[in-house]
């Protein structure tokens, strides 16, 4: 408890007028749009996330790194690039993912980009599958300024964590989490914030009480349980848990399966934040996997006259008309009213 406090105060002390008034922009163009039908000019982005690479060593079923499944470029972000657009949007920008697709730490400066990042009063975050977290590694992470890491443990045991975590080793996790615990000893870091991040799929939903003794043994600050996105759910899949608390789908009548959403005609996230590809490309949504939607592209174009371009207040328009029509929208989770 005291672990998410600290973390709370870590993020309200990354604040800052300039931050501040934004943020309060944002919410207020987004209500106003959201009665009136009418897209008020949004402020920046409260947060965003940026691609470090596409590139991973895990194979996960559901995931289009895993599977390889790209039609998009794929590639590392490029330092200057990821500077460019840092200066930016830095006196405005809240919070920053070092992730969309991909493992991060696979690509060579990801950490030299977070303490860039971070020395500019930016909240820092990345969710990686911690297979490279040796000790020198681990030391950095807590020297970068990271203030929060995501592990993601799929499983407390070797053969429940490899059937969702195809190619995945356990054992190494663990040592990394080790690692990163000892270090913030070592340095007397408060940070990163560590956060076990459980993706609840049936074939390890048992073992849910698991992951958080795991964790209080390991010292770990906080356990996410996460719901699991399925892409082919109208027929099941095996994949989906049987307790329906932890699934984005429910069984309908007919025997086919939809997601608890009513898919409602506003999304926050279009006022608030946005994706930006390893190789500048602008996405409204996380959901964009294949990016699909690319509202500009930061090779060609400043982050403003994209944000605040004609495509992109059209796309917000689009979806106060018809938000069930956009293909990406379709899987999506924003707005449900469920556990999540």
């Known amino acids: 408890m005291f672990s998410l406090l600290k973390d709370k105060l870590n993020i309200i002390g990354r604040t800052s007028l300039s931050r501040t008034l ?5 919410f207020v163009s987004y209500q106003v749009s959201k009665k009136s039908k009418y897209i008020k000019r949004p402020g920046l982005p409260i947060s965003i996330s940026i691609e470090p690479t596409t590139s991973c060593n895990l194979r996960c079923p559901e995931c289009p790194s895993g599977l390889r499944s790209f039609t998009r470029p794929t590639g590392m972000l490029q330092q200057d690039l990821f500077k460019n657009v840092i200066d930016q949007l830095a006196p405005t920008l809240s919070y920053l993912t070092f992730y969309f697709q991909g493992e991060p730490y696979l690509h060579p400066q990801f950490l030299p980009m977070v303490k860039y990042a971070s020395d500019k009063g930016i909240y820092t975050a990345t969710s990686t599958n911690a297979h490279y977290l040796k000790d020198e590694a681990a030391q950095q992470t807590v020297e970068s300024g990271l203030d929060r890491l995501i592990i ?6 070797q053969d429940t964590y490899q059937s969702y975590r195809v190619g995945g080793d356990l054992s190494k996790v663990i040592e990394g989490t080790k690692n990163i615990i000892a270090w913030k000893r070592k340095l007397k870091s408060k940070t990163p914030h560590v956060i076990f991040q459980f993706l609840v799929v049936k074939p390890n939903e048992h073992q ?28 099941g899949s095996e994949l989906i848990p049987t307790q329906d608390k932890y699934s984005r789908y429910k069984l309908n009548a007919s025997g086919k399966y939809s997601i608890k959403n009513s898919l409602e005609n506003n999304c ?7 994706v930006i590809t390893w190789d500048g490309k602008v996405l409204p949504c996380c959901f964009d996997k294949d990016a699909q939607y690319v509202m500009g592209d930061l090779t060609k174009n400043s982050f403003e ?20 029509e956009i ?7 924003e707005g449900t009213k469920v556990w999540a």
């Open 22 to 26: 934004n943020a309060l922009s944002g």
């Open 327 to 333: 293909e990406m929208c379709k899987n999506c989770t």
């Open 305 to 324: 006259e994209i944000w605040f371009g004609e495509k992109y207040q059209q796309f917000r328009n689009t979806l106060f008309k018809s938000r069930s």
């Open 268 to 274: 926050w996230k279009m006022w608030q934040s946005c």
């Open 208 to 235: 849910i009480p698991e992951v958080y003794k795991l964790a209080k043994e390991l010292g770990v600050d906080e356990v996410k349980l996460k719901t699991a996105q399925i892409y082919d759910y109208e027929n």
């Open 152 to 157: 993601s443990i799929d499983g407390t045991s």
